[in-house]
């Protein structure tokens, strides 16, 4: 099943980031995106996760063109479909850990799962407060703050950043895992040439062209 669909995506600000851009992700399949700083590859996926609207071209999520949604159609899809993790953890600091994956459980109806804090090894700190965890236990909360709404499509910007290597690759193997389990797909954004080729599909931003690598 088609999960996305992007045709002839071109977008600027002060110059011309890229034009032309087609794609399409398909459920249970993972995509990195790849390009040198400034290439435009984190302008691209928010076009693909509906946070920018393209100068042209289309991007049809779920069968249904997102230009053409009405602003409560577009929020339900970014709450209920969409997964977005970035570098940056944006997790409320007021908050504990465990207080943060509860506002998601709460907007999406889904449980928090035990096992998924297992994996990410924060089950020890999870009602600890925000601000008392390290950098990467930060991210790691991030990540199951988007996995507890159990989204169709996950948009991840540099999301291991933050994590050293071998949890950056235990991250992506859930990743992988959870698209398998869920039929759902995931869309990367990411400099690191190795997680980048664990994906189904690699493509890369150059000369404001998208070209497949792999």
């Known amino acids: 099943m088609n999960l996305l669909s992007a045709q002839n995506l071109s ?13 399409d992700l398909y459920e249970k399949e993972s995509i990195a ?3 040198m700083s400034g290439s435009g590859k984190s302008t691209l996926l928010h076009l693909l996760s509906t ?4 100068d042209e071209g289309t991007v049809t999520i779920l069968g ?4 053409g ?15 977005l993790v970035f570098q940056s953890h944006y997790l409320f600091k007021g908050f504990s850990a465990y207080e943060n994956l509860e506002v998601s459980e709460i ?19 999870i009602h600890q407060k925000v601000t008392q965890l390290s950098g990467g236990q930060q991210q790691r909360v991030s990540i199951a703050r988007v996995l507890t709404k159990k989204p169709t499509i996950i948009f ?32 990367l954004v990411t400099h690191d040439n190795h997680l980048a080729n664990m994906c189904d ?14």
């Not at 946070?51 to 393209?54: A, F, G, H, N, S």
């Open 11 to 23: 977008h600027s600000f002060e110059y011309k980031l890229f034009s032309n851009v087609s794609l």
């Open 33 to 35: 995106i790849m390009g």
């Open 51 to 54: 946070l920018l609207k393209p």
């Open 64 to 67: 249904k063109d997102i230009s």
């Open 69 to 83: 949604m009405k602003t409560k159609e577009s929020a339900l899809l970014k709450r209920n479909k969409l997964g």
């Open 107 to 125: 907007l999406s109806g889904q449980k928090i799962d035990d096992s998924l804090l297992q994996k990410l090894d924060i089950k020890e700190c």
């Open 156 to 187: 991840a910007d540099e999301p291991t950043g933050n994590l050293d290597s071998k949890t950056a690759q235990e991250v992506m193997k859930l990743f992988f895992e959870y698209c398998e389990e869920h039929q759902a797909g995931m869309i």
């Open 201 to 214: 599909k690699v493509f890369e931003l150059q000369n404001r062209e998208l070209k497949r690598i792999k």
